[in-house]
């Protein structure tokens, strides 16, 4: 700055003219790339090509559902297990001809006195249920939100099984398998199970005592008194079951009555009370509410059933209008609670007769909880052993083993668990994938291991004790039961 004769001079910047840079066009999408040595590094070349399609519980599978291999597994809407115990599963059923859940087990439930909820809202017991039956479901998982569906019983089968009884704090009691998960407020990440927690599948003898278990629906009987069969018949000329959008996009549930001021209309009124259902009037005679779309024509009484979806359905359940049929279960929309209750306690109580149901859908409601198939596939509980394929027949156990098993912990628990199941009278057949995968070896070990137990033909190869040990799995516990079994042969 320069100073002179009471003035100032300020210096000042130049001024240069701003150009636009210049931007290079880009593909739309840019491939990824990875150097040579770092996918050496990694191992990820010449590995085999079964490496990508292993095992569930272990590497992850991104082939799913592209592998060749998929083609011999029945889908994962039948059996939800890993692709090994899936072939297995068709094996059984389609060449040995054998029922599931008779020949061989493979799911536990609820007590058979239990009620379940049945796509035509009756509450009916789980030991009743047959193939075929349509319940009301939900979606598993997967979702952004658990939406209401309909499912179908695939299986159903009651036997006396080892139960836990479950009492909560509304004085109800729950009789489950030990392995039975419910759907419960728990956050596995933070193993939280606080009562405003997201939902989790969590077993039965996992269940902690003080933790929240959300009810669904509410319990109830068919009404078939004077004032339910008026309420219903008044419904069928009057009312409406309707679904509709919600502003997020989802579906909801209402059932309305439209009709004139009358003495029909007070004593439904009436009647509904009597029964335990609130419904809200609107007016519209006397233009209290209005909407753009009725241009003054809508001169009636609308009568709407307060207390949502859940009461809805206990309406429709109880009254049993003949409207029900217009009740579309793929639209009622998101799965939402009444209410929550406590767990007082998880004990014990033995052997009880336990409906062994699963739905195609996996999950159902019972005594107004949310409820799954007890596990994922073949894998039932044998004294604290995982069984993949239970025979209580044959007195065998056949599990599949993925490479984990490989390891020197795991084999040495793999002929543990042998013994203990031969403490139990149980032969226990291990089978490796790979020999699942190879549809010639599946074969031949299905024939050696399997069929002999369904008394099928003996060639005379196997008359001698070395040869009949040469072909037979090499465990302890094979081996001295197909010994005593030869030596019944050569005797007899």
Known sequence: MARGRG?????????????????LPQPAKRPLQFQTRTLIRHELINRDPWWFVLHRRGIRRPKVGEDELEARAVPHSLVRGTLPERIIYKYLVEMFHMIPGVDFDFQSCVASNHKVLTADLRWVDAGSLVAGDELLSFTEDGDPMRKWTKGTVTFNKVEDMEAYKVKLSDGREIITTPNHPWLVHYSPDRRDWGRNTGYSWVETQNLRIGGYVPVFV??????????????AGFFDGEGAVVHGKTQTGGHSLSVTIGQ??????????????????????????DNRYHRSYDNGYRKVVNCR??????????????????????LNLEKLGKLTKIRQVQIVSVEPIGNVPIARLEVDKHTYIAEGFG??????????????IVADFLFPQLRIVINPMGPTH???????????????????????Y????????????LDDWMNRNIRLHQGGDWSPEHDT?????????????????????????ING
């Open 260 to 285: 004139n001021k009358s003495i029909m209309l007070d004593r439904f009124n009436e009647y509904a009370e009597q029964l335990g259902y609130e419904f809200t009037n609107y007016d519209y005679t």
């Open 406 to 428: 490989e390891e020197f912990m795991r084999m040495r628990k793999d002929d543990e668990q042998t013994l203990v199941l031969a403490e139990m009278g149980y032969t226990q």
């Open 7 to 23: 003035y100032s001079t300020k210096i000042r910047a130049p001024r240069f003219k701003t150009e636009k840079r210049i931007k």
């Open 371 to 384: 409820m799954h198939n007890s596990l994922q596939g073949g894998r039932i509980d044998l004294g604290g």
């Open 218 to 231: 509410d319990v109830w009987d068919a009404d078939d008194s004077r004032e339910a069969g008026w309420v």
């Open 430 to 441: 291990l089978i490796w994938e790979w020999e699942v995968y190879d549809e010639a070896r």
């Open 465 to 489: 004790e070395t040869t009949w040990l040469n072909d037979w799995n090499p465990s302890l516990t094979g081996v001295l039961f197909r010994q005593s079994q030869m030596q019944e042969y």
């Open 305 to 326: 059933l307060a207390g949502g979806r859940a009461e809805c359905l206990r309406f429709l359940g109880s009254v049993c209008p003949a409207k029900l049929k217009y």
